[in-house]
């Protein structure tokens, strides 16, 4: 699981905890900082008296608090603000490699996000890459089915694996096609990967299971960076990351 400041995955009481854990550790880091700025004005200003004194710490600690409620933010697509980075629970941080909207015709269905560990702009890399990564499907179209979204699914990895990974991949297939549900605007997708346990998917705050194996993981990221995407300008956009 990973912690995530986006207030649609505030539902899950895992979510509220994690970002609990986040808040001490936030409230820790600015008692530093106040404690060291107290410390820099009382004696490297002694000149300025201790009400001027006062008062200038009155100003440092509203600034700090002010900040400490604002979350890392790397862009904003379509209104929805997209996280630079974001933690494990285990304290890994993933970075965002990129993101975009996923177009159908003239319309938009979701904002993809990709987020890895060692993020990189080539498929190669991004696709044999050991490490955690996480996919974030942010719905902006009113309503998609979940027959559509299957349909979806299986177009992808029948468009991008070969037919002897597809009969190995089958079985974890469907399973995964059976956590879905339908989705409407504002909800959100999540699919994690961990190593050391595959890829587990999220819908709308709530866990609905995990799928083994990393080639499922690397089947299922071919849906957007294979040689047939699902949206190949959505590929470029997920591939946009930049040392």
């Known amino acids: 699981m990973i912690l995530n400041e986006n207030p649609h995955f505030a539902k899950g009481s895992w979510v509220k905890s994690l970002r609990l854990r986040a808040s001490y550790k936030k409230v820790e880091y600015a008692a530093d900082t106040i404690i060291l700025l107290r410390n820099t004005v009382m004696f490297s200003l002694p000149e300025i008296n201790l009400k001027s004194r006062s008062k200038i710490m009155r100003v440092v600690v509203f600034f700090i608090l002010l900040l400490m409620g604002l979350p890392s933010y790397a862009k904003e697509i379509a209104g929805v603000m997209v996280n630079d980075t974001l ?41 044999a890459d050991k490490g955690r990564k996480r996919i974030v499907m942010h ?28 009969a190995k991949l089958q079985e974890r297939i469907n399973q995964f096609n059976g956590f879905f549900v339908d989705v ?42 294979g040689e047939k995407p699902a949206d190949g300008d959505l590929k470029d956009k997920l591939l946009s990351y930049k040392k």
């Open 87 to 127: 933690q494990t629970t285990d304290g890994a941080t993933l970075q965002l490699n990129g993101a975009g909207i996923r177009k159908k015709l003239f319309m938009d269905i979701y904002i993809a996000q990709l987020y890895m560990e060692k993020p990189s702009a080539t498929v190669s890399e991004v696709l």
């Open 139 to 166: 719905f902006l179209y009113s309503e998609v089915s979940k027959d559509k979204l299957v349909e979806v699914w299986n177009d992808g990895f029948k468009d991008n694996n070969s037919a002897g990974d597809l």
């Open 184 to 225: 409407k605007k504002n909800d959100v997708i999540v699919l994690d990967y961990n190593p050391a346990t595959g890829t587990t998917v999220t819908i709308k705050g709530q866990e609905k299971g995990v799928i083994g194996g990393a080639d499922f993981n690397e089947a299922l990221l071919k849906i957007w960076l």
